[in-house]
């Protein structure tokens, strides 16, 4: 029986790398602006290892090498940053904002004010702005954007920041 070429197994390897990622990109919820640049760097980092895989010469070593680096940086890194792409602050956040823009959409207004945020957060049995202690008396991100989202009324961190871009679209990130 005959053996697959390397080329033809590092080509079937850098496409699946690239359905991969493409994959896992587009499973992340839009509004999240993180992880861009991660996905970038390991998607170029497999296909770097789709090179060694799909290089002749050499040890016997490097055809493990590079399955084994397509392998981390082709598959586990993709899925794994995939599925650890929303926190349950970060979860609470978007479900904010959802509710944010029903409300302005159901008073037909085109801009999310503060006060939707406050209430769709209160709703959800979280709260805006930092929580206010003895060590930090004063409460931030309560009044403009980018707004500081906790799921826990009573507990300070872990939270989200949250903004709205041209008064609707919703931007959700670590602070």
Same mark, same amino acid.
């Given at each position: 029986?005959?053996?697959?070429?390397?080329?033809?197994?590092?080509?079937?390897?850098?496409?699946?790398?690239?359905?991969? /990622?493409?994959?896992?990109?587009?499973?992340?919820?839009?509004?999240?602006?993180?992880? %861009?640049?991660?996905?970038?760097?390991?998607?170029?980092?497999?296909?770097?290892?789709?090179?060694?895989?799909?290089?002749?010469?050499?040890?016997?070593?490097? !055809?493990?090498?590079?399955?084994?680096?397509?392998?981390?940086?082709?598959?586990?890194?993709?899925?794994?940053?995939?599925? %650890?792409?929303? !926190?349950?602050?970060?979860?609470?956040?978007?479900?904010?904002?959802?509710?944010?823009?029903?409300?302005?959409?159901?008073?037909?207004?085109?801009?999310?004010?503060?006060?939707?945020?406050?209430? /769709?957060?209160?709703?959800?049995?979280?709260?805006?702005?930092?929580?206010?202690?003895?060590?930090? !008396?004063?409460?931030?991100?309560?009044?403009?954007?980018?707004?500081?989202?906790?799921?826990?009324?009573?507990?300070?961190?872990? %939270?989200?920041?949250?903004?709205?871009?041209?008064?609707?679209?919703?931007?959700?990130?670590?602070?």
């Amino acid at each position: 029986m005959n053996s697959v070429s390397p080329r033809l197994r590092a080509g079937i390897a850098g496409v699946a790398c690239l359905v991969i /990622a493409l994959a896992a990109a587009l499973a992340v919820d839009s509004r999240l602006d993180r992880h %861009w640049v991660l996905r970038g760097i390991t998607l170029l980092l497999a296909l770097g290892c789709v090179a060694v895989l799909a290089d002749r010469s050499g040890r016997k070593a490097r !055809p493990i090498i590079g399955f084994v680096g397509v392998l981390m940086f082709g598959l586990v890194f993709p899925v794994t940053s995939t599925t %650890w792409a929303t !926190p349950p602050e970060i979860d609470f956040a978007l479900a904010v904002a959802d509710d944010a823009t029903a409300a302005a959409n159901k008073d037909a207004r085109s801009i999310v004010s503060v006060e939707d945020v406050r209430v /769709a957060a209160e709703a959800r049995g979280g709260a805006v702005g930092s929580l206010k202690t003895d060590r930090t !008396p004063e409460v931030r991100g309560a009044d403009a954007y980018p707004l500081i989202v906790r799921p826990k009324k009573d507990q300070g961190r872990p %939270w989200a920041c949250l903004s709205f871009d041209n008064g609707i679209e919703a931007k959700i990130r670590s602070c």
